[in-house]
């Protein structure tokens, strides 16, 4: 298995531009979690599904984000209209069951200018 | 306060050293317990599980107490390859799997 895969890898857009970040877990996996990093914060948890569902998005941080996953083997992370405070590295991570470890893609670094 | 606490170091160890890590956890519910070790500039990566009785893995021991809610991490022998950010993981409890991850420990080891 190729392992998660995130799409872009490095991502530099202006202020006020739509930023769609994508993932696709590891097959047979049932849950996903979307993760942002910053050295101020480290990663904290936007919001995370389970069997495609999201069942907690109290980590997004206001309604400019937004998470969708239509299907078992892929993601999608909005940002609308993007921000420079939004800048940093976007981690998606996926588990085989809600008790297991996670295991990470290698991110997106975005850049909000 | 935070669901999930770790001294953020750096701490700065000589090649051989032994050293410890602690992180405490908030919620008495959680369930699954792990150690990920992140390098610069890379993804985290599971280091190892935290099992009740404790669990071993060459020069790598993790210890669990559900009393005090805290988990251990131990490395023996440290090497210059251990020099990362590690990293303690909780699952919040119940049956939704939410992984919340510490701030991390910074470790250098230096020759």
């Known amino acids: 298995d190729a392992g998660v895969i995130q799409s872009p890898r490095h991502e530099v857009t202006e202020m006020g531009q739509e930023v769609t970040l994508r993932c696709k877990p590891i097959?047979?996996?049932?849950?996903l979690f979307w993760y942002r990093q910053t050295m101020m914060r480290g990663l904290e948890l936007l919001i995370y599904f389970n069997n495609n569902v999201p069942i907690d998005d109290s980590g997004m941080p206001e309604d400019r984000f937004s998470a969708k996953m239509p299907n078992a083997s892929f993601s999608t992370l909005k940002i609308q209209p993007s921000e420079p405070r939004d800048s940093a590295v976007y981690f998606c991570?996926?588990?085989?069951?809600?008790?297991?470890?996670?295991?990470f893609g290698q991110g997106t670094r975005l850049t909000v200018v | 306060r935070k669901e999930v606490e770790q001294d953020p170091g750096p701490f700065n160890v000589p090649e051989g050293a032994t050293v410890a890590f602690n992180c405490t956890y908030s919620?008495?519910?959680?369930?699954?317990f792990f150690w990920y070790r992140q390098d610069c500039r890379k993804e985290p990566k599971l280091l190892m599980s935290?099992?009740?009785s404790g669990n071993e893995d060459g020069r790598f021991t993790a210890q669990l107490n559900r009393a005090s809610q805290y988990i251990s991490l131990l490395i023996r022998d440290s090497k210059l390859s251990d020099s990362a950010t590690y990293l303690c993981?909780?699952?919040?409890?119940?049956?939704?799997?939410?992984?919340?991850f510490g701030q991390g420990t910074t470790l250098q080891v230096k020759p």
């Open positions: 919620n008495s519910a959680s369930q699954s």
């Open positions: 991570a996926s588990s085989f069951t809600s008790f297991s470890e996670a295991f």
């Open positions: 097959s047979g996996h049932n849950s």
């Open positions: 993981v909780v699952n919040s409890g119940g049956n939704t799997g939410k992984l919340i």
């Open positions: 935290v099992y009740s």
